[in-house]
């Protein structure tokens, strides 16, 4: 038995074809695609290990702390004044941020709340560029609204900016 899923993967079912009731919008093309190259993917991850590198030389240095790289999938965690703390690393190449965010308090929420995952005390969004003003109004919003403990960083030469502050003083 197909179902219409199974016969869209396979590209049996014409998407732009006109939906019920007479609308002429195309229904979504659900045919798989390459996203990436090999070649971006391996500069994105070298920026991306620049950034965990540089974030954990920053956190080891402000927070005397003995910070652990891609534990568990989560990108940097560490323990300060007894408070544990985890961090979601995001490169958007300084241009789109909404994305990036989008993707990482989505990660940070599975983290934090998926069944025998142990809740963080902070949660830090690290970005390779400095987030817009709309940027942190929904972080904002965020913290604020549901009462999230997240904090969004960004580099700043050697140290780190952080909105709307750091969470706990050094």
């Known amino acids: 038995l ?3 899923y199974d016969e869209t993967r396979h590209g049996l079912i014409d998407t732009s074809r006109e939906v019920s009731g007479g609308s002429s919008d195309a229904l979504r093309n659900e045919l798989d695609y ?6 971006s993917k391996k500069m994105i991850e070298r920026l991306h290990d620049s950034l965990s590198n540089l974030f954990r030389l920053w956190v080891e240095r402000r927070f005397a ?13 560490f323990t300060h ?19 990036a965010i989008r993707e990482a308090v989505g990660q940070l929420f599975e983290y934090n709340y998926y069944p025998s995952n142990e809740e963080a005390d902070y949660w830090w969004l690290v970005l390779d560029c400095e987030p817009s003003l709309t940027d942190r109004k929904y972080i904002s919003v965020l913290i604020d609204k549901y009462r ?23």
Do not use: M, V
């Not at 703390?85 to 300084?94: F, G, Q, R, T």
């Open 81 to 99: 004044s007894a408070k544990r703390n985890l961090a979601e690393l995001k490169i958007c190449y300084c241009s789109e941020t909404r994305h």
């Open 148 to 170: 999230i403990p997240l904090t969004i960083a960004w580099p700043n030469g050697d140290d780190f900016k952080a909105y709307p502050s750091l969470p706990f003083d050094a």
């Open 65 to 77: 702390a003995n910070a652990k790289q891609e534990k568990n999938r989560i990108d940097l965690t």
């Open 2 to 4: 197909k179902t219409p």
């Open 34 to 39: 390459q996203r990436e190259t090999p070649a």
